[in-house]
């Protein structure tokens, strides 16, 4: 059985991610399969829309790495076409037109920006801690305006985003917390910049704003690290055994509409009896 903490003595950091927080309060049993269980469960076959995203940050990051003179949408081009992610799509003709389509999307977007305003960093991780957490995650771009810094997240996704996107967003109030105390600088405003409409949704947080963020970041940290140590403690380091049943409790389900997007779904009963699973390229949103 796992060492019960010394009376007295502090709780260690839970060391975590955004993603990892916002894991545990989509799914608990999919945080266990992603994060504690090894070897990980299966995951089902790569999205096609998850090739779109990686290859459009990937694109984006390598123009701002270019010298000055070459930062042209032409470049953001090339480097899109020489990265483009093939994993997920229906056939070749599928993969084809949507390089052309985020190809388009890269350029116009890079046709807005002036090349040279040197980011402050780009996709550069920030971290920071609290007495309950250790966070850290990375930032697509982050911006200096003035004498503040501004996290810029870039969005690919099919659907419109809204300031409540902005506003609500864990991760990006988390990165402004920690880009500002990494950094050195103010850091409240955080952006979300929507590629295939150009819009760009923005959030300025007041340190109030930013303080009940991290509040609800370790309300989530003491529920996952609580259920951790119950995982540990039970599966007492066999990770090759069957998962106990008073663990699994500890791990439940939270079936959804998002059950038929999930990687797991093929070892979880209650999310497939959601509905159909989604085929790899349904994210994309083509028609048959």
């Excluded at 079936?255 to 990687?263: F, V």
Aim: glycine residues 6%; proline residues 8%; contains cysteine.
């Amino acid at each position: 059985m796992g060492q019960l903490p010394l009376e007295g003595m502090p709780r260690r950091l839970y060391t975590c991610t955004p993603s990892r927080l916002n894991t545990w309060l989509d799914c608990p049993r999919r945080y266990r399969f992603t994060y504690l269980d090894r070897p990980a469960p299966r995951k089902g076959p790569p999205w096609a829309h998850n090739s779109v995203g990686a290859s459009v940050h990937n694109a984006l990051a390598g123009w701002w790495r270019e010298p000055y003179d070459r930062r042209t949408p032409a470049m953001a081009a090339i480097l899109l076409t020489a990265g483009w992610i093939t994993e997920g799509f229906r056939d070749q003709e599928q993969s084809t037109v949507w390089r052309d389509r985020a190809r388009a999307m890269v350029m116009g977007y890079t046709s807005t920006l002036d090349p040279s305003q040197e980011p402050v960093g780009v996709e550069r991780t920030v971290a920071t801690r609290t007495s309950v957490i250790a966070v850290s995650g990375r930032v697509d771009r982050i911006d200096r305006r003035g004498d503040e810094l501004v996290i810029v997240d870039y969005k690919t996704g099919r659907r419109p985003l809204t300031v409540d996107d902005a506003r609500s967003s864990l991760a990006l109030a988390i990165y402004a917390v920690a880009s500002s105390r990494v950094l050195r600088r103010a850091c409240r405003t955080v952006e979300l910049h929507h590629l295939p409409t150009g819009s760009i949704v923005r959030w300025e947080h007041t340190d109030d704003s930013l303080a009940r963020h991290l509040d609800r970041a370790e309300d989530i940290a003491r529920e996952a690290s609580e259920a951790d140590e119950r995982y540990r403690d039970r599966r007492d380091g066999d990770t090759s055994a069957a998962v106990p049943a008073e663990v699994d409790e500890s791990f439940p389900p939270r079936p959804g509409p998002m059950c038929s997007w999930c990687d797991f779904r093929a070892h979880c009963p209650e999310g497939r009896a959601t509905g159909a699973a989604r085929r790899p390229w349904d994210g994309l949103g083509d028609p048959d």
